[in-house]
Every structure is written in structure tokens, then in C-alpha cells.
């Protein structure tokens, strides 16, 4: 049995994003948790943001496994008539909605799993306890959620954390894309109708890995002295030839490599010392029909994992990288 090396210390957490493949970073959570550290302020971007969500919330990490043992990620998929049209039909329904899927049931299932904690908006968190990457693709900008809704005109504290993870979720031509009206003052003004939105998907393909989140506001009162903990998902399968066979499958594997690619460099040469590496043990991240022994496996990966980093971590370490490794700030 390990010593509780965290004894209560707290923590930021970033949780980088990889569909399904996130029961890897429960197992890290509950090892983390396990070795006495407290989550305090979290950060992630698409699956890893239902992670950071859930945290924020109140959940532990053997409650998160139960969660995720429980449910059929399968649902989220939810094909209509149109999807019986083999080849027409789901390409009918990617060039009228720009998705395979509705990303309606999985928004569902997050807003329940958050209520029965009381969470519903970000105004039901502390300030600056939860941020969500999404990019705003209209305009080809990054989003970091709730903060940047009010560039649409929305209150932050009234956004709907839910909403935001399905923002971060929406891998683009899989799920349908969140679409915002553009909400500024004067900018509606002689615009033609179909011009005042903007879509909003998958935060995964600006930033799957927001480490520099905490690197931005480290000198602040509220986050000085609070070590940062990466929690990527490693050992990838982006080295197998992808196969494809058609539009669809191309635009899935041009996302899986920019999701996969993107932040890499900053991760090996800056973050090595603060980040999690949890090996995916080949699991794909639009592999929603998991079994339950592969969701294990990759459950104890993370448990794992997380027990390697901690083995050797110590806060005098941390503190000496930080200064051999200042911030370089990507955004």
C-alpha cells in the first residue's frame, strides 16, 4: 500500500480528449484521489472535458468507473430513418446537417449526471473551477468555455455546462456541430439570416490538450503555489494506416490525425514532468461499442499510469522543472 504522497495537497487537472478512449483517465482519477491529492480547478477539451466536468461536480474517480460501466455509449449514436438509405442517406444528412449524428443524447445524458449533483450551469461551480475548449469554426477562433459565450451575448454563469460539453464533444461530420447566434451588438445589422450563426465544434481540433490554461493565469492569487497535472491518452493508432473509402471516412481521419498531432511537441518538450501518459491499449476513440473487458483494461491503464507518475513525483521535483521549463504559451 502507498503512502498518501498528496496528503490533501490540491491540484489542477487537464484532461486532453479522446472519445471514448477517456475511461483511461477514470482509472488515472481514482489512482490520483487514491494517493491523496484534491482536484481543485479542472480544464479539458472533448471527452476530457466530461471528465473534468464530472470532478467539478463532486464525483470521485470510482464513481466516475461506475458511471461509465453503466452506460451503453452506443445510445449516443441514435440512427433515424435517413440512416437506412445506405451511402445516401447518412450523406444526405451530413451535407443538410453537417453530422452523422445528433449529439442530442449524449448532451442528455452529461445534463442528468450534473443535475443529480446539483450542477446545471457554470454559475452553479466556483468561479474559474471548470473550463471547456470548443472551436468556434465560422470564424475560426478557439473558445475557452463558459468565459468566451459572452462574445455571443450570453451570461457565462447562466451557460449550460452540459451545452458547453456537447460544444467540445461535436467531432466534426460525426456529431452535428452546435450552432450559436452571433449576438454582438450591430453585427446582425443588414446580415443575411444564414450569416448570423456560427458553428461551434469539437475543441480538439485547436487545442486537445490546454495545459497552457494554467500557464496563463499562474501568477493569480487563487492559483499560485497549485501544481498542474496533465492526463493524456498515449500509445495511439494513428501509426495503422487509416482506411478510406469515401468522404466520411476521410474527414474522420483527417480529424483523428489533427486531434492526435495537435499540442505534441509542446507536451514532449515542456510538460513531460507534469503529464500522465496513459497508454490507450488500442482502443479507438469512436469505438462506442467498447466491451466491458476492454473498458477495463483501459480503466486499469489509467490506474496504472497514474501510479507510475505519482511513484516518482514529489512537489520539490515539480517546483525545479517549473523553473527549468518556464511557460511557452501557444495561445
Same mark, same amino acid.
Not at 103 to 109: N, Y
Not at 167 to 182: A, G
Not at 196 to 203: H, I, L, N, S
Not at 279 to 302: H, I, M, R, W
Given at each position: 500500500?502507498?503512502?498518501?504522497?498528496?496528503?490533501?495537497?490540491?491540484?489542477?487537472?487537464?484532461?486532453?480528449?479522446?472519445?471514448?478512449?477517456?475511461? #483511461?483517465? =477514470?482509472?488515472?482519477?481514482?489512482?490520483?484521489?487514491?494517493?491523496?491529492?484534491?482536484?481543485?480547478?479542472?480544464?479539458?477539451?472533448?471527452? #476530457?472535458?466530461?471528465?473534468?466536468?464530472?470532478?467539478?461536480?463532486?464525483?470521485?474517480?470510482?464513481?466516475?468507473?461506475?458511471?461509465?460501466?453503466?452506460?451503453?455509449?452506443?445510445?449516443?449514436?441514435?440512427?433515424? *430513418?435517413?440512416?437506412?438509405?445506405? *451511402?445516401?442517406?447518412?450523406?444526405?444528412?451530413?451535407?443538410?446537417?453537417?453530422?452523422?449524428?445528433?449529439?442530442?443524447?449524449?448532451?442528455?445524458?452529461?445534463?442528468?449526471?450534473?443535475?443529480?449533483?446539483?450542477?446545471?450551469?457554470?454559475?452553479?461551480? =466556483?468561479?474559474?473551477?471548470?473550463?471547456?475548449?470548443?472551436?468556434?469554426?465560422?470564424?475560426?477562433?478557439?473558445?475557452?468555455?463558459?468565459?468566451?459565450? =459572452?462574445?455571443?451575448?450570453?451570461?457565462?454563469?447562466?451557460?449550460?455546462?452540459?451545452?458547453?460539453?456537447?460544444?467540445?464533444?461535436?467531432?466534426?461530420?460525426?456529431?452535428?456541430?452546435?450552432?450559436?447566434? !452571433?449576438? !454582438?451588438?450591430?453585427?446582425?445589422?443588414?446580415?443575411?439570416?444564414?450569416?448570423?450563426?456560427?458553428?461551434?465544434?469539437?475543441? #480538439?481540433?485547436?487545442?486537445?490538450?490546454?495545459? *497552457?490554461?494554467?500557464?496563463?493565469?499562474?501568477? !493569480?492569487?487563487?492559483?499560485?503555489?497549485?501544481?498542474?497535472?496533465?492526463?493524456?491518452?498515449? #500509445?495511439?493508432?494513428?501509426?495503422?494506416?487509416?482506411?478510406?473509402?469515401?468522404?466520411?471516412?476521410?474527414?474522420?481521419?483527417?480529424?483523428?490525425?489533427?486531434?492526435? =498531432?495537435?499540442?505534441?511537441?509542446?507536451?514532449?518538450?515542456?510538460?513531460?514532468?507534469?503529464?500522465? !501518459?496513459?497508454?490507450?491499449?488500442?482502443?479507438?476513440?469512436?469505438?462506442?461499442?467498447?466491451?466491458?473487458?476492454?473498458?477495463?483494461?483501459?480503466?486499469?491503464?489509467?490506474?496504472?499510469?497514474?501510479?507510475?507518475?505519482?511513484?516518482? *513525483?514529489?512537489?520539490?521535483?515539480?517546483?525545479?522543472?517549473?523553473?527549468?521549463?518556464?511557460?511557452?504559451?501557444?495561445?
Amino acid at each position: 500500500m502507498h503512502g498518501k504522497k498528496g496528503m490533501g495537497m490540491k491540484i489542477n487537472a487537464v484532461f486532453e480528449g479522446g472519445g471514448v478512449k477517456a475511461v #483511461g483517465l =477514470a482509472g488515472a482519477v481514482a489512482e490520483t484521489e487514491k494517493r491523496g491529492f484534491k482536484f481543485y480547478h479542472m480544464a479539458g477539451t472533448s471527452s #476530457g472535458s466530461i471528465i473534468a466536468a464530472m470532478l467539478a461536480a463532486g464525483y470521485t474517480g470510482e464513481q466516475l468507473r461506475s458511471i461509465i460501466e453503466a452506460t451503453p455509449f452506443s445510445s449516443f449514436l441514435k440512427k433515424t *430513418w435517413i440512416h437506412r438509405m445506405q *451511402w445516401v442517406g447518412p450523406a444526405i444528412r451530413v451535407f443538410v446537417k453537417k453530422g452523422l449524428y445528433s449529439g442530442e443524447a449524449l448532451e442528455q445524458w452529461v445534463q442528468q449526471i450534473l443535475a443529480a449533483r446539483g450542477v446545471r450551469t457554470f454559475g452553479d461551480l =466556483a468561479p474559474n473551477q471548470l473550463r471547456i475548449i470548443a472551436s468556434d469554426i465560422s470564424q475560426g477562433k478557439l473558445m475557452v468555455l463558459p468565459d468566451d459565450i =459572452a462574445q455571443y451575448g450570453m451570461d457565462p454563469k447562466k451557460f449550460s455546462v452540459a451545452r458547453a460539453i456537447r460544444m467540445s464533444t461535436s467531432i466534426p461530420y460525426f456529431f452535428d456541430p452546435v450552432m450559436l447566434c !452571433k449576438q !454582438k451588438p450591430g453585427i446582425l445589422k443588414g446580415e443575411a439570416f444564414r450569416k448570423q450563426f456560427v458553428y461551434v465544434v469539437d475543441g #480538439g481540433i485547436l487545442s486537445n490538450f490546454p495545459l *497552457w490554461i494554467f500557464d496563463k493565469e499562474k501568477e !493569480k492569487a487563487d492559483e499560485k503555489g497549485i501544481p498542474v497535472i496533465g492526463y493524456q491518452l498515449v #500509445g495511439r493508432t494513428d501509426k495503422e494506416p487509416k482506411h478510406i473509402s469515401g468522404p466520411i471516412s476521410m474527414f474522420q481521419a483527417l480529424f483523428s490525425t489533427m486531434m492526435d =498531432a495537435h499540442d505534441e511537441r509542446y507536451i514532449e518538450e515542456f510538460n513531460q514532468y507534469r503529464t500522465v !501518459k496513459i497508454p490507450t491499449v488500442g482502443v479507438q476513440a469512436t469505438q462506442f461499442n467498447l466491451s466491458p473487458e476492454k473498458s477495463e483494461e483501459l480503466y486499469q491503464s489509467g490506474v496504472r499510469s497514474a501510479a507510475k507518475y505519482f511513484d516518482q *513525483w514529489s512537489i520539490s521535483t515539480y517546483q525545479k522543472n517549473c523553473d527549468k521549463y518556464p511557460p511557452k504559451l501557444l495561445i
